[in-house]
């Protein structure tokens, strides 16, 4: 069973803090999600990363993919109220199903 | 990306009674999935849905329980039966898509409150 463990599964922070969430697992993935959700809403996909020591920027948010493909992290620098949300990593190999990370909730106090 | 509708939104129901959630996506798509989750915690995969077959349940899921219906390629149906209060959570359905096989599209989902 492939298990992908993220941390910290809470983190409160003020506006203008850089924070990073770390998404961890002993298997391999040939891609990885990061996926973030807001109440009441479906997660919405934010970035995939397919290539090991990858790193994709989005605005002020910055991707990394780990060179063995086993983990990956999410930073966000100067951190606003919009950020607030559930951030869910997700990896998956060829046609296998997808494992979800465990989760980490975002509060961002103006 | 897929857009996805799901309905009802929320809903507060009796214990021992059933729900059935809709899934209506914009295109037509191979496979279709349902996830349970509990607020703000990670997604539970409850089983794959294909069009013309009957669907794939994950371990802790049976069809006797959350019976799902895949009758064309964009719409699926999940029902909850015999509902508990254990059985409050978040539905999703996604389908698969993008430009990387694994990235998935989710539906706003389904609020469900049982009493």
């Known amino acids: 069973t492939q298990l992908l463990e993220q941390s910290p599964q809470f983190l409160s922070i003020q506006e203008g803090e850089n924070l990073t969430v770390y998404c961890n697992s002993s298997?391999?993935?040939?891609?990885l999600q990061w996926y973030r959700q807001e109440p009441g809403e479906g997660p919405v996909l934010l970035v995939t990363?397919?290539?090991?020591?990858e790193v994709k920027k989005l605005k002020r948010l910055t991707f990394q993919f780990g060179d063995a493909r086993k983990d990956s992290s999410l930073h966000i620098t100067a951190a606003q109220p919009g950020d607030t949300g559930l951030y869910l990593c997700?990896?998956?190999?060829?046609?296998?199903?997808?494992?979800f990370g465990t989760g980490t909730k975002l509060q961002v106090i103006p | 990306s897929a857009v996805i509708s799901q309905k009802p939104s929320r809903d507060i129901c009796q214990r021992g009674t059933s729900l059935t959630i809709q899934c209506q996506v914009d295109?037509?798509?191979?496979?279709m999935f349902w996830y349970r989750q509990q607020p703000g915690q990670s997604l539970t995969l409850i089983a794959t849905?294909?069009?013309?077959?009957?669907?794939?349940?994950e371990s802790g899921f049976v069809i006797d329980k959350f019976p799902i219906s895949r009758p064309n390629l964009t719409f699926s149906t999940l029902t909850v039966s015999n509902m508990s209060p254990e059985d409050s959570s978040i539905y999703l359905c996604?389908?698969?898509?993008?430009?990387?096989?694994?990235?998935?599209?989710f539906g706003p989902g389904t609020r469900l409150t049982v009493l």
């Open positions: 996604s389908v698969r898509g993008g430009q990387v096989y694994n990235e998935q599209f």
């Open positions: 990363v397919v290539t090991g020591g």
């Open positions: 295109s037509q798509v191979t496979m």
């Open positions: 298997s391999v993935f040939s891609s």
């Open positions: 849905a294909n069009q013309g077959s009957e669907a794939t349940y």
């Open positions: 997700a990896g998956g190999s060829g046609y296998q199903k997808v494992t």
